[in-house]
T-cell receptor
Framework: GAVVSQHPSRVICKSGTSVKIECRSL??????MFWYRQFPKQSLMLMAT?????????EQGVEKDKFLINHASLTLSTLTVTSAHPEDSSFYIC??????????????FGQGTRLTVV | ELKVEQNPLFLSMQEGKNYTIYCNYS?????LYWYRQDPGKSLESLFV?????AVKQEGRLMASLDTKARLSTLHITAAVHDLSATYFC??????????FGQGTRLTINP
């Protein structure tokens, strides 16, 4: 099956610093990738839709200046958490779908990134 | 706005028993997905249900979709401890977006 690779799997950073998370589709092209956030014992909440070659679309309540998304190629999207605060600590997961199978494709998920801000 | 609700949210059961997790959603959609999540891990795809009446089975798990009732079920047969995990259903909202249910935390006791 298709593979989505997310890196790093864990990161600890100091308050006020920025952290970049990468999401790569390894064996397919993805014009659209999605970034989710998951707090402990809760469901996944969509943060934003990452569009190759254009600006990301953010969900209501998500600060676009804090969570910078770049989708520079058909296989790579990055999420940068800027000026991180302890409340940004969470599990971040990306997903992507194969553009060639738009009508009946499933979403493939990265391994997730556990961010801890101290 | 599409809403997806699962029940139960917590389920503790004994090995060998059968049980069903329900997933209701609020607006029309003919694509529904089931995922498994182990603690500290990402999502693992279990089933993709693409049409009304779709039924898929893998091992002790079977999923079905009734688009008219806006209901999907995940049935567990003769549960074993290895099936302990959190199970999520998700529905296509459009524009490839998925809306997730709250998750069902399943614990299977020996």
């Amino acid at each position: 099956g298709a593979v989505v690779s997310q890196h790093p799997s864990r990161v600890i950073c100091k308050s006020g610093t920025s952290v970049k998370i990468e999401c790569r589709s390894l064996d397919f092209q993805a014009t659209t990738m999605f970034w989710y956030r998951q707090f402990p014992k809760q469901s996944l909440m969509l943060m934003a839709t990452s569009n190759e070659g254009s600006k990301a679309t953010y969900e209501q309540g998500v600060e676009k200046d804090k969570f910078l998304i770049n989708h520079a190629s058909l296989t790579l999207s990055t999420l940068t958490v800027t000026s991180a605060h302890p409340e940004d600590s969470s599990f971040y997961i990306c997903s992507a779908r194969d553009v060639q199978f738009r009508m009946n494709t499933e979403a493939f998920f990265g391994q997730g990134t556990r961010l801890t801000v101290v | 706005e599409l809403k997806v609700e699962q029940n139960p949210l917590f389920l503790s059961m004994q090995e060998g028993k059968n049980y069903t997790i329900y997933c209701n959603y609020s607006t029309t959609s003919d694509r529904l997905y089931w995922y498994r999540q182990d603690p500290g891990k990402s999502l693992e795809s279990l089933f993709v249900l693409l049409s009304n009446g779709a039924v898929k089975q893998e091992g002790r798990l079977m999923a079905s979709l009734d688009t008219k009732a806006r209901l999907s079920t995940l049935h567990i047969t003769a549960a074993v401890h290895d099936l302990s995990a959190t199970y999520f259903c998700a529905v296509d909202q459009g524009a490839q977006k998925l809306v997730f249910g709250q998750g069902t935390r399943l614990t299977i006791n020996p």
